[in-house]
């Protein structure tokens, strides 16, 4: 199972509730809490309210939301030529989809949770969380499994900003 972003959050969690289900997870620029990365204290919300969030990304015009997406996406992406693609990903998607989980993603705390994982775990990140790595590797602890690799360029679009690294790291995992 292999999931970028929150989609690697969600192979996270699935690999950890079904621990005998899954053989192999590859998690790419993904972290269990993204809220500890700035305050390591962070405590998910049960029941929480995303109505703020899905109201702020349904209440645009399509011009807003696009111009959004247009200005984010630099920060997470260095080839720019794939920029029109995932920017169109963006303002393809149900806003109010993208809100919720958008939300969702801020609340969720996996790093206890992820002890329950039992098959080997490639974890692939962006160059700069080189800097954040304690961090970074701490909120992993409980993943006995994981196999940390950090992209030597690029930024959250590894697969796009550094291809020929991302895919020999999953050939190799892949095949042992």
């Not at 393809?92 to 705390?109: A, E, P």
């Not at 329950?116 to 304690?134: G, R, T």
């Amino acid at each position: 199972l292999i999931g970028h972003s929150m989609g690697g959050a969600l192979a996270l969690a699935l690999a950890a509730d079904y621990p005998d289900l899954i053989s192999k997870i590859v998690v790419v620029d993904a972290v269990p809490c993204l809220a500890a990365i700035n305050d390591p204290a962070f405590k998910s919300k049960m029941n929480n309210d995303c109505s703020a969030t899905v109201n702020q990304m349904t209440g645009m015009t399509n011009d807003q939301f696009y111009d959004m997406q247009k200005k984010t996406m630099p920060s997470l992406l260095a080839d720019t030529t794939k920029l029109d693609m995932v920017v169109d990903w963006s303002v393809k998607s149900d806003r109010t989809t993208f809100g919720q989980m958008y939300c969702d993603f801020f609340n969720i705390d996996l790093r206890e949770r992820i002890a329950q994982i039992k098959c080997p775990a490639l974890i692939l990140l962006e160059s700069y969380f080189i800097n954040l790595k304690p961090a970074i590797e701490g909120q992993y602890r409980n993943l006995k499994t994981a196999n940390f690799q950090y992209a030597t360029t690029g930024l959250h679009f590894i697969m796009y900003d550094d291809t020929a690294w991302y895919l020999g790291q999953l050939s190799t995992f892949l095949k042992q």
